[in-house]
Structure formats: structure tokens, C-alpha cells
């Protein structure tokens, strides 16, 4: 197996932004590409990655294979490359090589972990609301709300999706667009923590949005040429909880 990525800085942030949710990330690699799945430790939070075979400047995987690795040693070696490297990941039966081709050539060696570490797969679920809204003005709202509370409230209304929360001090709320139409009102409650690591993906495509009354909120994002998708499916704070 050997895959080589000459364009390193989204994939970087990409592994960046799920640190703080997983330590521990399960990364599957066959014919198709890589993609990362992972269970946040508070079971809040399940995060998936998909980089596409052709996101890569050379691709190479004869068999399936599955890793499981410390997100947080992982990232300690992404935050050494350089944007002018080259990223080449081989493997052997109980570690993965990153090397980092530039001026010099560096090689970092992780060990895997035990495979009794089992992530969870994408639960499929019917969302009765699936859109689409502007990345930034979602993510400009959600920073507004963040000044005073740590939860979020999304609600539909009148083809719109409305951001909202109350504090001592100050009430606010926002209107967003949606892409298509909706004409039916739903709910949801989440903590704005896990909203504020989706961000630091930064913005890639536009931002797909999912959730229903008491469903999980899911976000996801995939670039012009689909060639990356990331999904993020929190689970929703219950109303009489809160």
C-alpha cells in the first residue's frame, strides 16, 4: 500500500479538526480511497472522512486494509510537514510510515492500535429535513451565539432556518436561506462545541444539513469534484433536559 498526497494544508486541517472529538480514529483504505470513521469518548459526536483514490497524486492498495490510530499522535506528526512536502504513507503489519519529502526527507513511524477498538459506522437514518445553507453565514451565526450561550437552537420556519438561544443578558436569533424550499417546521438543540470543530475544516463546498424534531443534527460538506466528504452527526441536547 502506498498512497502519495502532494497538497497537504486541507488535509491537515481535516485531521486538526477532529482531534478534539476522537482519540482514537479507525481509517479504512481500499480501491475506492481512505476514509476515516470515530465515536467521540462522550458518544456525542460521530465524525466521518472520505478522501476519494483521485484525491491523491499516486494511489496504490492492492487489499482492503483497516487502521486504528491515536488522533492525538497523529496530529503531532501533521503539524511537522511543511506546505511545499510531499506526504507518503506506506505500512507494514503493525505500524504506518509517514514521509516527508522536501528540501530534507523525514520519516515518522506510528504504532496501530489493538483492533478490540471498535468505531462505529454511520446508523442510517430518514432526516425529514435535508438542505442546503451558505457556510459562512451558518458559521458567523453560530459564532454569534457562542457570546452567550453554549447551546444553539435550529428551527425551521417559513422556508428558513432560524438560529436562536437566551441567556441572562441577551436573547438573539438569526435568519438563514435555505437552497430548496421547506415548508415544514422542525427542531433541534445542540451544543455549539462540536459545531465550533466542524469549522475548523473550513469552508470546502456548500453546507449540507439534516436533522429533524429530537433527531441528531448532521452536517456534511464535499468539494467541487467530490473528491472529499466530511460528516459530522451530533446528537441532539432533549428539550425537557435542557
Not at 486538526?16 to 480511497?33: A, H, N, Q, Y
Not at 441572562?168 to 437552497?179: G, I, Q, R, S
Request: glycine share 2%; hydrophobic share 40%; aromatic share 14%.
Amino acid at each position: 500500500m502506498k498512497l502519495v498526497l502532494n497538497e497537504t494544508k486541507s488535509f491537515k486541517n481535516i485531521i486538526d479538526s477532529v482531534e478534539k472529538v476522537l482519540e482514537e480514529i479507525k481509517i479504512m483504505i481500499d480501491s475506492e480511497g481512505l476514509r476515516f470513521r470515530g465515536l467521540s469518548k462522550s458518544h456525542v459526536c460521530f465524525t466521518s472522512v472520505e478522501f476519494k483514490s483521485t484525491y491523491f497524486y499516486d494511489f496504490e492498495c492492492e487489499e482492503p486494509q483497516t487502521w486504528y490510530l491515536d488522533t492525538n499522535e497523529l496530529l503531532k506528526i501533521f503539524k511537522r510537514i511543511k506546505s511545499s512536502d510531499v506526504l507518503e504513507i506506506t505500512n507494514d503489519e503493525s505500524t504506518v510510515t509517514f514521509k516527508f519529502i522536501g528540501t530534507s526527507e523525514r520519516v515518522f513511524k506510528i504504532k496501530m492500535l489493538d483492533e478490540d477498538y471498535m468505531s462505529q459506522e454511520l446508523p442510517n437514518i430518514s432526516f425529514p429535513l435535508d438542505d442546503f445553507i451558505n457556510f459562512k453565514e451558518f458559521k458567523e451565526s453560530v459564532k454569534d451565539v457562542s457570546l452567550y450561550s453554549d447551546k444553539i437552537v435550529l428551527k425551521t420556519e417559513n422556508n428558513c432556518l432560524f438560529l436562536s438561544s437566551e441567556s441572562d443578558f441577551v436573547d438573539y436569533k438569526a435568519k438563514l436561506d435555505f437552497f430548496n424550499e421547506c415548508n415544514d417546521n422542525y427542531k433541534v438543540i445542540v451544543n455549539i462545541s462540536w459545531l465550533e470543530m466542524f469549522f475548523k475544516i473550513g469552508e470546502i463546498g456548500d453546507l449540507n444539513i439534516k436533522f429533524g424534531n429530537n433527531l441528531p443534527l448532521l452536517l456534511s460538506m464535499s468539494d467541487i469534484s467530490s473528491d472529499v466528504e466530511i460528516v459530522y452527526l451530533i446528537a441532539p441536547i432533549i428539550e425537557e433536559d435542557w
